[in-house]
C-alpha cells in the first residue's frame, strides 16, 4: 500500500480513473481525421470553461510556456508593461516580461493580500499619453492562496488600450472567470490543476483585440507563436506533435467538468475552502488569507509558533502519505499549503485533517485530538454546501 498517496497539492492533482485509463489506450495519429476531430471537441469544451467565443489554443507545455506565448506574442522589447504582483507567480510575469527586454513597471502587492484594483486605477489614469501596452495579473495566486478581484483589477484598466493579460493556471475551473464578458485579452490554464490530468498542457485564449496588437509585435518566437497555431487550428491541428494522450484524456476530464457543470464546480471548490479554513483555525492555527481574499483551491497556513513547516510536510508525506505544500520563495519557512483543487471530495480532505492532526501531535502543538476532524464533520453535516 506505500504507493497510495493522496496528493494535495495546488496542482499536480488526483487524476480520476475513467482519466487513467484514457492514458494508457494505444497511441494514435495526430494528423487524422479523427484526431483532427477530437482536438475540435476538446477546445470547444475548453471555450465553454473560460465562456470565450474568441479564439483557444492547446499547448504542449507546462503552465509556463503559455505564459510565455502571452508574453512572446504580445509584447514588443521596449513596450510598458505593469505586472501586478502579489506573489510568487506575479514574480514569474515579471521575470518573463525582463527576459523579454519590456519597460517592465511592477506594482507590488503584500503576500496574502488581493492585489489592488485601486493602485492600478491611479497608474492608469496617469497615462494620459496611453503607453502603456499590456497589464499582467494572476487570477488564482497560488503561492499566497490568495484570490485575486480580476473582475475590479479590469475594470481599473477601463477602455485604456492595454492589454489584460491573466495566469488562470490555477485558478481557471475553480473559481468564476467569465473571459469574454470581463474582457480579458488573453488568459492561460494549466493541465494539471482543476483539468485534473497530468501536466503537460497548457491553454491559451486570444481577444480579437490582441490579435490586432500580435499583427504588430516582431519579437522572436517560432514554437510558441500563435499565429502558426491559428493556421492549423483552420484544419483542427497543430503546428507540432501534441501530446495526444493527454488530449485525450483532456477529453475525458472536459466531459466529466462538464458533466457537473461549472456553477456546481465552483460552488465545490468554495466548500472546500470553508471546510479547510475552518478546521485550520479549530486547530488553532493561523491563516495567511482573509476570508475575503481566500483562494477556492489552496488554502496557506501559517506556521505554527516554533514548528518548522518543513517537518510538518514531510511527515504528512512520509508517514501519512498526504502530500502538501510549503512556501515558496520569500514565504518559504513561513507557511504550508493545502491543495482542495480538481479531482478531490469531501473524504479527502477529512483524510488530510486528520493527517494533519497526527502531524501536530507528533510535533507537540497542543490541541485536542479530533477537533479539526469535528470541524470538518459538523460543516457535513450541516450540508453547508
Ligand atoms: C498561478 C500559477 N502560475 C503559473 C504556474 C506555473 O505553471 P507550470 O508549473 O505548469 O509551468 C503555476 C504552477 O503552479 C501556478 O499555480
Redesign the pocket.
Known amino acids: 500500500m506505500q504507493e497510495k498517496q493522496l496528493l494535495m497539492i ?2 499536480p492533482t488526483n487524476v480520476p480513473n475513467k482519466v487513467l485509463h484514457t492514458l494508457g489506450a494505444p497511441a494514435v495519429g495526430h494528423r487524422t481525421p479523427e484526431f483532427s476531430q477530437v482536438i475540435k471537441e476538446v477546445t470547444e469544451r475548453l471555450q465553454a470553461i473560460y465562456q470565450t467565443k474568441h479564439d483557444l489554443f492547446i499547448l504542449t ?5 503559455a ?1 510565455e506565448a502571452a508574453v512572446a506574442n504580445f509584447v514588443n522589447p521596449g513596450d510598458k508593461v505593469i505586472v501586478m504582483e502579489n506573489g510568487n ?1 506575479g514574480e ?1 510575469w515579471v521575470k518573463l516580461n525582463m527576459r523579454y527586454g519590456a519597460d517592465l513597471e511592477v506594482i507590488s502587492g503584500v503576500w496574502g493580500e488581493q492585489a489592488s484594483p485601486q493602485a492600478l486605477r491611479e497608474r492608469i489614469e496617469k497615462d494620459v499619453q496611453q503607453e502603456i501596452k499590456a497589464v499582467f495579473v ?6 499566497t492562496g490568495v484570490t485575486n478581484d480580476i473582475k475590479a483589477l479590469r475594470e481599473a484598466l477601463g477602455d485604456h488600450p492595454a492589454l489584460f493579460i491573466v ?1 488562470a ?3 481557471m475551473a475553480v473559481s468564476p472567470l467569465p473571459v469574454d464578458e470581463w474582457q480579458l485579452d488573453v488568459v492561460v490554464s ?1 493541465s ?2 482543476a483539468f485534473m490530468i497530468p ?1 503537460g498542457l ?1 491553454f491559451i485564449s486570444v481577444s480579437p483585440k490582441a490579435w490586432a496588437v500580435s499583427e504588430q509585435v516582431t519579437t522572436p518566437r517560432f514554437y510558441f507563436d500563435l499565429q502558426a497555431a491559428r493556421k492549423s487550428y483552420v484544419k483542427f491541428t497543430t503546428p507540432y506533435t501534441p501530446s495526444t494522450s493527454l488530449i485525450l484524456a483532456l477529453r475525458e476530464s472536459l466531459k466529466m467538468i462538464e458533466e457537473e457543470g461549472l456553477e456546481n464546480i465552483y460552488r465545490r471548490h468554495d466548500f472546500y475552502k470553508t471546510l479547510v479554513r475552518t478546521a485550520a483555525k479549530a486547530l488553532g492555527l493561523e491563516l495567511l488569507t482573509s476570508e475575503a481574499a481566500a483562494s477556492s483551491g489552496v488554502t496557506a497556513i501559517k506556521k505554527p509558533d516554533n514548528l518548522d513547516p518543513q517537518q510538518i510536510t514531510k511527515i504528512m508525506r512520509e508517514k501519512h502519505r498526504v502530500i502538501i505544500a510549503g512556501g515558496q520563495n520569500k514565504l518559504k519557512g513561513q507557511i504550508f499549503r493545502i491543495g482542495h483543487l480538481g479531482y478531490i471530495d469531501v473524504n479527502d480532505i477529512i483524510v488530510t485533517i486528520a493527517a494533519l492532526e497526527r502531524t501536530l501531535k507528533e510535533l507537540s502543538w497542543e490541541f485536542q485530538l479530533g477537533q479539526g476532524v469535528a470541524a470538518v464533520q459538523e460543516l457535513l453535516l450541516k450540508g453547508e454546501k
Open positions: 495546488p496542482g507545455s507546462s503552465g509556463t510556456g505564459m507567480f514569474r494572476t487570477h488564482n495566486e497560488t503561492s495566469d493556471i490555477s485558478g494549466g494539471q490543476k501536466p497548457a
